[in-house]
């Protein structure tokens, strides 16, 4: 069983910068793709970024690019998501996923495709 744990959350204020972290409990954590999502109250879900096995492709959703930046520590088994310039909309649950692929090396960026999903970080941007 893959457990996947997000810390980095907290409150900051507009424009600052965050940067969260997803530690993985896998034992071939090159295997899985790994993404970030968002989501507040009453709302679906949403991709934020994601990255490949190998770290070569890297999507962002078109309100993050720029801005935040996501990577990933093979050896350290983990995931950051590096978050510049914050919004006040930017604020919410952040989920950290992973994507097991055995034969392929893409980015995952839709919900469906995650197979393991962590229990979230709160971020809030003040303004």
């Known amino acids: 069983q893959v457990q996947l744990v997000e810390s980095g959350g907290g409150l900051v204020q507009a424009g600052g910068s965050l940067r969260l972290s997803c530690a993985a409990s896998v034992r071939t954590f090159s295997s899985y793709a790994m993404g970030w999502f968002r989501q507040t109250p009453g709302t679906e879900r949403e991709f934020v970024a994601a990255?490949?096995?190998?770290?070569?492709?890297?999507p962002a959703a078109d309100s993050v690019k720029g801005r935040f930046t996501i990577s990933r520590d093979n050896a350290e088994n983990t995931v950051y998501l590096q978050m510049n310039s914050l919004k006040p909309k930017d604020s919410g649950v952040y989920y950290c996923?992973?994507?097991?692929?055995?034969?392929?090396?893409?980015?995952?960026?839709?919900?469906?495709?995650?197979?393991?999903w962590g229990r979230g970080t709160q971020v809030t941007v003040s303004s």
């Open positions: 990255i490949s096995r190998s770290g070569g492709s890297t």
């Open positions: 996923a992973a994507d097991l692929q055995r034969l392929y090396n893409v980015a995952s960026v839709t919900t469906t495709e995650y197979d393991y």
